[in-house]
C-alpha cells in the first residue's frame, strides 16, 4: 500500500496524478458541482401557447397569419428543419405553406416565386430556407424579400433596424437565446460577454442584441488565437461555432452561463452540441442542452415573428394586392 507520505510528497499536483499515487484513497464525486439546465424546450412551450392565443385573436378578425417556408433542392438537415416549422405554425393556429423547389430552379424563379409571395395578402412571412444551392446567390435572395415579412430578420433594413438600436424583426437564433437569458434572470448589463461564431444568422445579431442590453461583447470567430482566452473571461457564453464539443469546462469561467446554439449528429446517432455539455455543467451556473435549449427557442421565436410580421402589416394597412 502507498503510504500517506509518498501521496503528501508530491505536492501540489493535479487531481488525477495525486489519485495515481493513492489507489486507496476514495475517489472525490466526479460531479463537484452540477449547472442548472436551462430548459429550452418549456420556455419555447410557452411562447407557443401566448403565440397561439395571439393567432386566435388574429384569426377571428379575420386576419389568419400566414407563413410560406420555401426549400430549394432535398438537403435532408434543411428539410428536417422545416418540417418542424410547419408543424408548429400549425399547432400555434398560424397557416403554413411549405414549397419544396428543385435544387436546380433558377435564380430568376426563386426571386419570382418572393416577388408573388410578397404581393400575397393572406401571407404574412416568407422564410427561405439556407443554406442554398451554390449556383443561388443567397443575398440577392434574401434581398428580395418584402422587409416587413422577412421573419428571418436577414434583410439589411432589419439587419441595418438591429445595428442603430431600432430592432423590428430580429433573426430567430438569437433572439431565443435572450429570451432564455431573461428567463434565467440573467444580468447583462455590465456583463463580459463572448460569443463563439460571427455568422450572419447567429453571432452577429446576437453580439448585437447582447451589446444593446449592456454586455461587453467579444465576438470570436473560427480565426480567433487562443479562444480559451476569451472564453475563460465569459460571464456568458454564446457558441455558435458549428463544431462538435469545441468548448469543454476548461474554458469556461466558473460560475458562467453556457448557451450552446449547435447541434452534430454523432457517429452512436445520438445528438450533442458546440459545448461538452457534462464537463461544462461541472464549471458552469447554467448550461443549455442539445437537444432540448436554443433549437426549439429558434422555432418559437420564428412564430413569435410571423404573427408580429402579421399585426404590423395590418396595422400599416397593407393593401390587399391580388396574385
Ligand atoms: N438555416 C439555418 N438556420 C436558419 C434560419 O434561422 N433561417 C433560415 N432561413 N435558414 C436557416
Known amino acids: 500500500m502507498i503510504s500517506r507520505r509518498r501521496c503528501s510528497a508530491t505536492g501540489p499536483k493535479p487531481r488525477a496524478m495525486f489519485e495515481c499515487f493513492c489507489p486507496t484513497r476514495r475517489r472525490p464525486p466526479l460531479t463537484l458541482h452540477s449547472a442548472r439546465r436551462i430548459d429550452g424546450t418549456q420556455l419555447a412551450k410557452t411562447l407557443r401557447l401566448e403565440v397561439a392565443r395571439q393567432a386566435t385573436e388574429l384569426s377571428a378578425s379575420g386576419h389568419r397569419p400566414g407563413l410560406a417556408v420555401l426549400l430549394v433542392g432535398d438537403a435532408s438537415a434543411s428539410a428536417v428543419y422545416v418540417r418542424n416549422k410547419v408543424r408548429a405554425c400549425e399547432e400555434a393556429g398560424i397557416r403554413s405553406i411549405l414549397e419544396h423547389l428543385p435544387a436546380d430552379i433558377s435564380q430568376d424563379a426563386l426571386l419570382h416565386r418572393i416577388e408573388v409571395l410578397n404581393r400575397a395578402p393572406d401571407i404574412h412571412g ?9 449556383h443561388i446567390d443567397s443575398h440577392a435572395v434574401i434581398a428580395t424579400i418584402d422587409p416587413a415579412k422577412d421573419v428571418d430578420g436577414f434583410h439589411v433594413a432589419n439587419a441595418g433596424a438591429l445595428l442603430t438600436g431600432r430592432p423590428n424583426l430580429t433573426p430567430c437564433t438569437p433572439a431565443g437565446v435572450m429570451a432564455m437569458l431573461a428567463h434565467e434572470g440573467v444580468v447583462l ?3 463580459e460577454a463572448v460569443v463563439i461564431g460571427a455568422s450572419n444568422i447567429v453571432g452577429k445579431p446576437m453580439a448585437l442584441l447582447l451589446q444593446a442590453a449592456g454586455a461587453t461583447v467579444t465576438l470570436c ?3 480567433t488565437r487562443d479562444l480559451g482566452a476569451h472564453t475563460l473571461r465569459a460571464d456568458v457564453l454564446v457558441v455558435a461555432a458549428g463544431k462538435a464539443k469545441l468548448i469543454d469546462g476548461s474554458m469556461i469561467k466558473p460560475g458562467a452561463v453556457v448557451i450552446d446554439v449547435g447541434i452534430h449528429r454523432q457517429h452512436d446517432g445520438t445528438l450533442c452540441g458546440d459545448v461538452d455539455f457534462d464537463s461544462a ?3 458552469a451556473a447554467a448550461v443549455s442542452p442539445v437537444p432540448g435549449g436554443v433549437g426549439p427557442m429558434t422555432i418559437a421565436m420564428l412564430l413569435v415573428n410571423t404573427v408580429r410580421a402579421a399585426e404590423l402589416q395590418l396595422k400599416l394597412g397593407v393593401p390587399d394586392v391580388p396574385h
Open 126 to 134: 416568407i422564410l427561405v430556407q439556407l443554406p442554398l444551392p451554390a
Open 189 to 191: 448589463r455590465g456583463a
Open 221 to 223: 470567430n473560427s480565426k
Open 281 to 283: 455543467a461541472r464549471v
